[in-house]
């Protein structure tokens, strides 16, 4: 790939609308419902700046593209990664900006709780993956237009490790971005996910926001407890934690009485990224042999609370 030409963003929601602001040049987006109307009419908004798109819900409609962004749900994905064939041609990159434990986290190891069927890795082949951890706050205020609350940043790398003109092209592509090139993205991911996966689906359970989950004992001790475990993991498996839960705590209370994308989607109704943040990580300790009460207490409590309100179908345990 000597330069994407043809980019496309899967899913319009917040974070995909941040992508549309941040791309130069034509766009298309791979959208659904009243959000498709809104870009067909009016175009993507991102903080009342509008950019003309091409929109579709039919990946067919849009062709082969250079790079593919995938801005939706990780739980979305395995029903629709079958569908996105006809945007990836020879040397399609794909780029997902997702949360939590990703299908092509590992070289040799399908997490059944992130890719239940094994039909993400079928159509996206690990190969095509550039790594990306997305550091900012968005939400959605209407139908195809979105307002950026915190932060511009993005961590792009090669899943196993080093540099690559693939990787450059990207960069340069997302430049709008605070971009950081990594050496070693899986531990970004993880790390991310570490400072996530508590905050998060507390946020679901309580309707606290961020400040008032920190600010609470007992909520936050059994927040570290789950954070100690999750650190535990991750020195087994090459992203070990460098810092402690406190040190994490001090970042997160910088951005303020904010509401988590958890909690964002159980006030809209919207299913809940239960198990790419938790299900995923209890996977790769139970491989492991690692105990977790903490967080089998925490995944308990988030996927019942989930259930009742209609938000989490339970495929597997």
């Known amino acids: 790939m000597s330069g994407p030409r043809r980019v496309c963003v899967v899913g319009a929601g917040a974070v995909g609308a941040v992508f549309g602001a941040r791309i130069d040049g034509p766009l298309s987006v791979l959208a659904r419902g009243a959000t498709l109307t809104a870009l067909r009419e009016r175009g993507w908004s991102l903080d009342g700046a509008v950019r003309p798109v091409t929109a579709s819900d039919d990946p067919a409609d849009l062709g082969e593209q250079d790079v593919v962004i995938l801005t939706v ?18 040397g399609t990159v794909v780029v997902p900006a997702l949360n939590g434990v990703p299908w092509w986290f590992f070289p040799d190891r399908a997490l059944r709780s992130v890719d239940p069927d094994g039909t993400i890795a079928a159509t996206i082949d690990r190969s095509r993956v550039i790594g990306c951890v997305v550091h900012l706050s968005a939400a959605v205020t209407a139908p195809g237009e979105a307002a950026l609350a915190a932060g511009n940043g993005l961590i792009l790398g090669e899943p196993d490790g080093g540099g690559s003109a693939r990787l450059d092209a990207v960069a340069e ?11 070693d993205v899986r531990r970004d991911v993880w790390y991310k996910l570490w400072g996530n996966m508590t905050v998060n689906p507390i946020s679901a ?8 989950i920190l600010d609470d004992p007992l909520v936050n001790g059994f927040a570290h407890a789950v954070m100690r475990e ?35 989607d159980a006030e809209a109704g919207r299913p ?12 790769i300790a139970g491989a492991l042999d690692v105990p977790t009460p903490s967080l089998d207490a925490l995944l308990g409590l988030t996927r019942l609370a989930a259930e009742q309100r209609g938000l989490y179908q339970k495929a597997h345990d």
Request: aromatic share 2%.
């Open 173 to 183: 592509l997302l430049s709008g971005f605070d971009v950081t090139l990594s050496a």
């Open 73 to 90: 749900k990780a739980h979305a994905l395995p029903g629709l990664a079958p569908a996105l064939e006809p945007l990836l041609g020879p």
């Open 230 to 264: 999750a650190a535990a993991i991750g020195a087994r498996i090459g992203c070990p934690i460098e810092q402690s839960p406190v040190d994490r705590n001090a970042v997160t209370r910088r951005l303020g009485a904010f509401k988590t994308s958890m909690l964002q």
């Open 205 to 212: 359970l309580t309707g606290a926001t961020a400040d008032r």
């Open 272 to 283: 809940l990224e239960i198990d790419a943040m938790l299900t995923a990580v209890r996977e």
